[in-house]
C-alpha cells in the first residue's frame, strides 16, 4: 500500500504566500511523474503542475511565474511553492504520483486533498 499525504494549506489573505506538501509512504520502488491538482468548487479538478523524477517541470498558464513545485527523491517528497495568491486559486489542492511499487508493478495514487482558500 501507498499513501500520499498532502499538508500546509489554510486561509491566506491575497497576495499572500503557502508552501504545501506531499510525502509518499509505503511500499515504494521508486516514484516517477509527480503533479498537484486543483479542484475549486463545482468545477472539475485541474491540473496545476507537473515535475518528474529527473525534475523537468510543467506548469498551468494560470500558475506560471507565481508557483513552484521541487521534489526531494531521497524522502518521496514534492512540495509547491505558492506566492502572490489570488481568490481564484481558492481550492483544494491534491498531490498525485506514479509509483512502482515492484519492479513489474507501477500505479497512480491520489492524496487526500488539503483546503487553500485566499480571501482578504
Known amino acids: 500500500q501507498v499513501q500520499l499525504v498532502e499538508s500546509g494549506g489554510g486561509l491566506v489573505q491575497p497576495g499572500g504566500s503557502l508552501r504545501l506538501s506531499c510525502v509518499a509512504s509505503?511500499?515504494?520502488?521508486?516514484?516517477?511523474?509527480m503533479a498537484w491538482y486543483q479542484q475549486a468548487p463545482g468545477k472539475q479538478r485541474e491540473l496545476v503542475a507537473t515535475i518528474t523524477r529527473a525534475g523537468s517541470t510543467n506548469y498551468a498558464d494560470s500558475v506560471k511565474g507565481r508557483f513552484t513545485v521541487s521534489r526531494d527523491n531521497a524522502k518521496n517528497t514534492m512540495s509547491l511553492q505558492m506566492n502572490s495568491l489570488k481568490p481564484e486559486d481558492t481550492a483544494v489542492y491534491y498531490c498525485?504520483?506514479?509509483?512502482?511499487?515492484?519492479?513489474?508493478?507501477?500505479?497512480?495514487?491520489w492524496g487526500q486533498g488539503t483546503q487553500v482558500a485566499v480571501s482578504s
Open positions: 498525485y504520483a506514479i509509483v512502482q511499487t515492484s519492479t513489474t508493478r507501477t500505479f497512480a495514487y
Open positions: 509505503g511500499s515504494i520502488f521508486g516514484i516517477g511523474t
